[in-house]
């Protein structure tokens, strides 16, 4: 087979698998059963297409396929499984759906489809890795080997991750369902929290790494795009569309010449990727105009939009960023968002009044230890001309932090200059 | 990976004939599949060139010519920003898109974008933009 006729054949793959896992997984039922019926299917493809030429509707193609599989695979259950009433019905209703043509698949099937399909690999019966390695398989296409360079570990500890993850949802029998209402809000959640992990590893991967990796944002952007368009009428799906795509829109600036990470005022804002600052704030004026924009994803895309929109760290408009943060301290109780929300009352007010909100956090347990806490308390006495004390503050978040290179700079200011 | 993906210009486009509205329907179609798979990050069509102008450059000198062009071959009259995983699944993705002229022969041109990691100090010969 020659190289193109195969990268054909593995971008059909691509785009076809999580719909035909998604349409299997409805008329069998069980994700292990759908993944093989739709691997079985690529396996006729690579055997047929290179001759034949890729069909004109290869979905269809792999899905008629994977179909006529199906319904022997169904026959044995039922002649096995004939005596449970419930089991029998649900084999006749997954032989009806499997003997359907495929022009009476809709669209909206097919986004059912894929809607249920994430809320199964994102289900929180599922540690959040397993969730993440699911996610990427059965929604984003990757195999094994591509997940597992990806996250730097072993294929084999990626594989036993998926194998397990299946094995518990039969073993507590998830359905395959869009979640009635009551259950909805957490389970959407946890769509959103699997897609930002996922967008978050891919963030925190450095330039001349593994192409893999910083692909993971892309990914995570695309299927953050997806699951907008299948519940759009759901506010946090665009929260977290805006908030990612303002965050990636920053990638190419946040990275200096020698691999060094950049700070967000430090960057060159004319590195900022336009297109995708277009995207995030049309994601964000969705979600306002749905809620208000008052939730987790939402309230940060809206701190990323307040910077998005400033032309020069100058012009950054920090009393709304300050108010945004308020509310996400409302959302959130995170002593971490409390803290960024005083640098931002030091920013929009002045040192003095951001000093006197980081004191009154400075007793939280939770914060011990962490460098940003010292290091942002430096800031603001170094600003009110409080050197000395403000030394002593990078001195500590020094003494504190793991990474090499913020400790670097960190000691560079606690020197006396 | 982004990439862009030209629709050439016609006789057609050029006189300002607008698509015919089953034209647009199947096209409104394909852009919604797109949407749907997250993979169109922009796209347009473009306005006859009758209504654009050039720019010629000569050293220091800036010489404005206006619209039309007569070399409707070179011309381009729509485009899509896409964001996919390889040139491959580009070309999958246009050959579900329906014919956008009039005529058999016509093509769409796939080109891809520089990103940030070809304008790293490691890639050496890259643009230094």
Known sequence: MSADSHAAIEAVWRLEAPKLTAGLMRVVRDLGAAEDLAHDALVAALEQWPAAGVPRNPGAWLMQAAKHRAIDLLRRRSLLERKHGELARELDEGMRLARRGPEEALDDDIGDDLLR????????????????????????????????????????????????????????????????????????????????????EGYSATAGEDWIRPSLCEEALRLGRVLATLVPADAEAHGLVALMELQASRFRARIGPRGEAILLLDQDRGRWDRLLIGRGLAALDRAIALDGGGGFYALQGGIAACHARASTPGATDWGRIAALYARLVDVTRSPIVRLNHAVAVGRAEGPAAGLAMIDALAGDASLAGYPYLASARGDLLERLGRLDEARAEFARAAGQTRNARDRDVLFARARPR | MRFMVIVKATPESEAGVMPTAEQLAEMGAFNEQLIKAG?????????????GA??????????????????????????????????????????RCPNPYPFDGGYVEIRQCFEAEDFAPAAGSGPTA
Not at chain 1, 160 to 179: H, S, Y
Not at chain 2, 66 to 80: M, N, Q, S, V
């Open chain 1, 117 to 200: 399909l994430m809320f199964v690999a994102c289900h929180p019966v599922l540690p959040a890795e397993a969730r993440v390695a699911l996610t990427l398989r059965l929604l984003g296409g990757l195999t094994t080997g591509e997940i597992a360079r990806a996250y730097l570990v072993p294929e084999a500890t990626i594989a036993q991750r998926i194998v397990r993850a299946k094995k518990t949802l039969a073993k507590t029998r998830v359905p395959f369902e869009v979640p009635a209402p009551a259950e909805r809000m957490v389970r959407l959640a946890s769509v959103f929290e699997v897609i930002y992990l996922v967008f978050n």
């Open chain 2, 39 to 51: 993979v169109m990050l922009a796209g347009d069509g473009l306005q006859a060139s009758s209504k």
């Open chain 2, 54 to 95: 050039r720019v010629t450059f000569k050293g220091k000198d800036r010489v404005v010519v206006d619209g039309p062009f007569a070399e409707t071959k070179e011309l381009i009259a729509g485009f899509w920003i896409l964001q996919c995983r390889s040139k491959a699944e580009v070309i999958e993705w246009m050959r």
